[in-house]
């Protein structure tokens, strides 16, 4: 009777390893501090609600939860989840591309953050079309399909959406290779990171701009005074400071949550950091000021102003873009971070307002019948962003995103590694 051979070495040192890395896993699944503090019942229970409602449009489709009809087939979702969501995440490119390419090495402790949020936005923002789409198993199609319009925009900015979203991928994962402790695959993947960013810069100019070129088609259907042949390049330049002034808004947030995180010498420069990306956003809404008076008197627009509609354009165009500069420019030179602050809430608020108008308010403005999102739109929306921030928190909890990253991680701490972590 032969004998069983017993097990070589290697098979066994392989399976200890595999184990003690899944027991990492599982160690850090588990929640990090109190899991019952107000934030966490309020946000959870939103989440669960739109979940929920998430299901009901799923399986009762689109009409059981919003009021979206085919007159106005783009609602909230769109508008919001999507079109200005994304004109956020632009921080990203902005930032890696002042880094990488430009060498502001200054602004090198907040890469991380910003392409982890940009990130997410992507995923949660973009992935929201699939709530919008009335045949969602579709989606591939820009992919995989044999028949779809290569010349159309949406086919663009579908594909744009997909290589961004892993142009990101690869430019966090360096973060997520320390936090595994893969030094080897650390360092091939922080080689590939200027490549990346390279490549998704090129891709955010394009479905940047690709996003207001979707309404190139609706000429006849948004008022003048938000319709122009220039609203690609109009939301491409106001992303630039959308993305920079929802760095600073979460910059700000995170600096106060995850404040024994960030170290001592990243807590004295961060004043610098705020006021260097207020002065790139004050010049990006300055040209994109310009564009838009040049857009107005080119476009002989002014019998509208006195409309009710006119009334509404001067608001979101003074009241939204030049006061906030106004305040920028007093910041930047007085050092007042406060009232930067305040000017980055200011304009997030004016771009939320901008690309509602183009989505929404402007488009078919004088027909009879108008659209209005429903409760159920906002909330699944509020549920979106509040998933997005439950992730980002799991992940600078647990990653080295806003910390300094190990001089070492090797592969055979990961279990002790996972429990001195805040």
């Known amino acids: 009777m032969e004998k069983a051979h017993p097990r070589s070495s290697s098979d066994t040192g392989i399976s200890r390893e595999l184990?003690?890395?899944?027991?990492?896993?599982?160690?850090?699944?588990?929640?990090?501090?109190?899991?019952?503090?107000?934030?966490?019942?309020?946000?959870?229970?939103?989440?669960?609600?739109?979940?929920?409602?998430?299901?009901?449009?799923?399986?009762?489709?689109?009409?059981?939860?919003?009021?979206?009809?085919?007159?106005?087939?783009?609602?909230?979702?769109?508008?919001?989840?999507?079109?200005t969501g994304v004109a956020f995440a632009g921080g990203a490119y902005v930032l890696t591309f002042a880094v990488y390419i430009m060498g502001a090495h200054k602004y090198h402790p907040i890469v991380r953050a910003t392409v982890l949020n940009g990130f997410l936005a992507y995923v949660f923002y973009a992935g929201a079309l699939l709530l919008d789409?009335?045949?969602?198993?579709n989606m591939v199609n820009p992919i995989i399909g044999n028949d779809f319009g290569v010349n159309s925009i949406l086919f663009l900015v579908a594909w744009h959406f997909l290589l961004y979203m892993i142009a990101e991928f690869i430019e966090f994962s360096p973060a997520i290779a320390e936090w595994l402790g893969l030094n080897r695959a650390r360092k091939i993947l922080q080689s590939l990171t200027l490549g990346a960013v390279t490549f998704g810069i090129t891709l955010s100019t394009l479905h940047q701009s690709g996003l207001g070129a979707l309404f190139l088609m609706a000429r006849d259907k948004i008022h003048?005074?938000?319709?122009?042949?220039?609203?690609?390049?109009?939301?491409?330049?106001?992303?630039?400071?959308?993305?920079?002034?929802?760095?600073?808004?979460?910059?700000?947030?995170?600096?106060?949550?995850?404040?024994?995180?960030?170290?001592?010498?990243?807590?004295?420069s961060y004043e610098d950091i705020v006021r260097g990306l207020a002065k790139g956003a004050a010049g990006a809404m300055f040209a994109y000021l310009f564009l838009k008076?040049?857009?107005?008197?080119?476009?002989?627009?002014w019998n509208?102003?006195?409309?009710p509609m006119g009334m509404w354009y001067l608001v979101e165009v003074l009241g939204f873009v030049a006061i906030p500069?106004?305040?920028y420019?007093?910041?930047?030179?007085?050092g007042n971070i406060r009232l930067i602050r305040t000017a980055s809430i200011v304009t997030a608020l004016g771009i939320v307002m901008?690309?509602?108008?183009?989505?929404?308010?402007?488009?078919?403005?004088?027909?009879?019948?108008?659209?209005?999102p429903s409760w159920m739109e906002i909330e699944v929306t509020v549920a979106i962003i509040l998933m997005e921030i439950w992730v980002f928190r799991w992940v600078v909890n647990r990653m080295p995103v806003l910390r300094e990253a190990p001089a070492q991680a090797p592969q055979e701490n990961l279990p002790e590694a996972s429990s001195a972590k805040g």
């Open 224 to 268: 003048p005074l938000w319709y122009s042949e220039f609203i690609p390049i109009l939301f491409f330049v106001s992303s630039i400071f959308a993305g920079l002034s929802m760095v600073i808004i979460e910059g700000t947030i995170s600096h106060r949550v995850f404040k024994d995180q960030i170290p001592d010498d990243h807590h004295t």
């Open 329 to 334: 420019v007093g910041g930047i030179r007085s």
């Open 325 to 327: 500069l106004y305040l």
């Open 133 to 137: 789409v009335g045949r969602p198993w």
């Open 354 to 372: 901008n690309r509602l108008n183009v989505s929404i308010v402007a488009y078919k403005w004088d027909a009879s019948a108008h659209y209005y």
């Open 293 to 301: 008076a040049l857009t107005f008197v080119h476009g002989k627009h």
């Open 304 to 307: 509208y102003l006195g409309t």
């Open 19 to 83: 184990s003690r890395f899944v027991s990492f896993l599982l160690s850090e699944l588990k929640p990090k501090g109190n899991p019952f503090t107000a934030f966490n019942v309020i946000s959870g229970a939103l989440i669960l609600l739109g979940l929920f409602l998430i299901a009901v449009r799923f399986i009762k489709g689109l009409g059981a939860v919003t009021n979206l009809s085919q007159d106005f087939p783009w609602g909230f979702w769109i508008g919001f989840d999507v079109i």
